[in-house]
């Protein structure tokens, strides 16, 4: 997902991005530019995925909002907020599948692809 000021995008990719496989795929490839103040995040799906008590999932459109409202924030920090809204979503620190996350954010004011 790419948090920009005027809102979420979804950057639709499936495969293993975050993984190390050991045998070939050829993945599709996109370039996107950052400008200054946006915030990407490349995460696995455990985090969309994790279920609280009524086995509701955290979900797509609530990890979209919660990036909308904390891409001010350094990735450190939208990655602390992401984490304590998974975990009272949850309602609990453990979960049954990973919840790995990468974010990164543009601060340089020259053009950047990704």
């Known amino acids: 997902m790419l948090a920009k000021e005027s809102g979420v995008i979804e950057i639709n990719q499936i495969g293993y991005p975050l ?5 070939k795929f050829i ?3 996109e370039q996107i530019q950052l400008a200054p103040g946006d915030a990407l995040i490349i995460y696995s799906d ?11 999932m955290f ?3 609530r990890l979209g909002k919660l990036l909308q409202l904390t891409r001010h ?5 939208i990655g602390n907020e ?7 979503h949850h309602n609990s620190s453990e979960f049954e599948d990973d919840v790995t996350m990468i974010i990164l954010k543009r601060k340089a004011t020259s053009p950047c692809l990704a």
Do not use: H, M, Q, W
């Open 59 to 61: 979900s797509f459109g």
């Open 19 to 23: 993984g190390v496989i050991t045998r």
């Open 46 to 56: 455990g985090i969309v995925e994790a279920l609280n008590e009524k086995k509701e």
């Open 82 to 88: 992401i984490l304590r809204d998974l975990r009272k």
């Open 73 to 77: 924030l350094t990735p450190a920090e």
């Open 27 to 29: 993945y599709k490839t």
